[in-house]
């Protein structure tokens, strides 16, 4: 059983949404604004109680797994959703609907970073993104349709830790001098090591199956600093996910991540030698903490030649990620025209050379 | 990506540079029966050489030899230019250390070229240097200026006319300047810088990829060195021969 929520306008009704640009709930139809803490997190009147299983009857055994039916709560049309979906919007009559039982209890999360960019500066980046890019084939250019955009809540488990580690490197450094006869290179090698600590503060692990965790950790990083409390209001007009991997799911990965990063922090000491290599290193983790928190990110798909482009948008800072296509044989011509033009140079250099 | 593209140049270069070794020295044109010269300097005056059979497609050759066995000082010179080279168009030099005497060969066009005032020049440039290997290089510097006097229709040394007809001299289409070998070579060069250039800035296309670490969430001054070490394991020492310039003839 889950519950909707949907932030309304006291003084008309109409479905209110977070507006990234003033940080406030507004109203579309009246223009109204408000505070976030003014607004109710929940009423008995906005709650409704939804039976899901009053369709079962028609469904297979299994055939509703991962799947919720929500009632609107304007017009009652039903939105099907799946089980991670924590705020969308209603097919029918457009309300910002938020289900309040995504977010209830222990799936609270703990922070929100709220949108800071809208749609429009996400699809003006997308814009400057693609024209700034070369060798993009030129019907990518012209037939390229937005097919979606979207700004969505995307879950993350956030790993606070003090990290104790040590690593092995290996080291050369090269020596040459020459007497009358004889050029001479020496090559010695070391045998480096170094333990230490490095505290790690938040670091993003992406907790929500359906985003690509490239694309996620692409986007990074995010200001922190500007979190706020978890509040459900800051997802009215967005979608948003409730984690599906879990934070023991997830340290893998941090712990991947912090390893990484004591092997680079611990190689920028070691100084002196022309070469320095990692061998090995080991690593414990104290003090881990984590949180759960929701981070802001525009999605556009676009459509191009039957084949479908994510490109993804920190909805906090605006950094623009997003593979595009390369025009293949305008890289080969290119590549043929440079490497001829280089080629003539220094072809014409030698006869200069060799003329003086 | 940056180790990557290092082993990329590095197999670019080691590719080129076998292109240039085996462009540059495959045929000998010196001659050293009597082991007066150092593998470099026989290397350097042959390209020499080779650089004048390029231009001009006539070839020279200098044989330094202590005696001629049972041949003849003339049959010794003739049977050793068909031994190293199968152009019509070209001269022999050979030195009998031993004796301290010369014979000549001509064949072809560098009749012409080579008259017997320009041989006794080339013959008193080589007995002037102090080193066999300056001796050599003057004569093929004097060979280069006569060949190039008889390409351009000027005189030869003793002031007698040359054929103006360029294919009675030689048969390449150069007249100075580098080979034509060198053209392949640039544009192969050419063509890797551009391949990695233009490949550089198409991968700025693809902008998707997992973060290597999270030194971005390193809290500020956190780090801390408990342990550090720098032992040394072992050098070795690699020692590689000067390329000798010269060789005194006296030694």
Redesign the interface.
Known sequence: MSAILEQKCPCCGGAVEFDSGVQKLKCPYCDTEFDITAMPEDTANQVEQINWNSQGAQWGAGETDGMSVYSCNSCGGEIVADTTTGATTCPYCGNQVVMKGQFSGALKPDLVIPFKLDKKAAKEALKKHISTKKFVPKSFLTDNRLEEIKGVYVPHWLFTCDAIGNANYKAKKVKTWSDENYEYTETSYFDIYRSGNIGFDNIPVDGSTKMPDDLMESVEPFDLSQAVDFNTAYLAGYLADKYDVTAEESMPRANERIRQSIIDSFKETVKGYDEVENQSANMNVANGIYKYALYPVWLLNTKWNGENFTFAMNGQTGKFVGNIPTDKKAVTKASLLLGAGIGAVIYGLLWLIELL | MAKKFLAIIIAALICVSFVFSASAYTQQYVIDYADKLSSSEIEELDLFAEKLESAYGVTVLFCITEGTGDVTADEFSSETYGDYTDNENGIIIVHDDWNKSYSVFTSGNADEAFSDAAVDSMKDAYDLNESYYGGIYACYELAEEYLENGYSGGYIYDEEPLNNDTDTIGASEEK???SII??PV??????????L???G??S????????????????PG?????????????????????PKQTENKNN
């Not at chain 2, 640039?186 to 391949?195: K, M, P, Y």
């Not at chain 2, 700025?204 to 809290?219: D, G, I, L």
């Open positions: 100075d300047g580098v060198w053209l640039s544009l192969l060069i050419g063509l890797l810088v551009g391949f250039i233009i490949n800035i198409a700025k296309n693809k902008s998707v990829k997992m973060q290597e670490n999270a030194t971005v969430y390193t809290r956190s780090m801390v060195i408990t342990g550090s070490a720098d032992n040394f394991l072992y050098n070795n020492v690699e020692r590689r021969e000067k």
